[in-house]
């Protein structure tokens, strides 16, 4: 089992910027992959950014590449993602996933191969 506890949400003013955090607790020495979603009431769950825990690849959703940078610390077995240029359209609750099984075939890891979730931090975006 994985706990992630997610940590840094909040309300901030268009333009500004925001820290999140995913601390990762339990079994995660066969890490292979955490990443960032978001969701919006009534909407699907969506990909932010996700990074490869050995040698630290990573990958953007379009919306946010440019704007958003995904981190690690594998001695602290902590995910980051520093959020700047904020857009009223990034409001969502937040969410860090981890994804414990390599795969040769596909990357990023598609939402339905992450095996643990955390509970989610909200973010506010104001106009």
């Known amino acids: 089992q994985v706990q992630l506890v997610e940590s840094g949400g909040g309300l901030v003013q268009a333009g500004g910027s925001l820290r999140l955090s995913c601390a990762a607790s339990?079994?995660?020495?066969?890490?292979?992959?955490m990443g960032w979603f978001r969701q919006i009431p009534g909407r699907e769950r969506e990909f932010v950014a996700v990074?490869?825990?050995?040698?630290?690849?990573?990958y953007y959703a379009d919306s946010v590449k440019g704007r958003f940078t995904i981190s690690r610390d594998n001695a602290k077995n902590t995910v980051s993602l520093q959020m700047n240029s904020l857009k009223p359209e990034d409001t969502a609750v937040y969410y860090c996933?981890?994804?414990?099984?390599?795969?040769?075939?596909?990357?990023?890891?598609?939402?339905?191969?992450?095996?643990?979730w955390g509970q989610g931090t909200q973010v506010t975006v104001s106009s």
């Open positions: 996933a981890v994804d414990q099984i390599p795969r040769a075939t596909n990357w990023p890891p598609r939402i339905y191969e992450y095996d643990y």
């Open positions: 339990g079994r995660t020495f066969s890490t292979y992959a």
């Open positions: 990074i490869r825990w050995s040698g630290g690849s990573t």
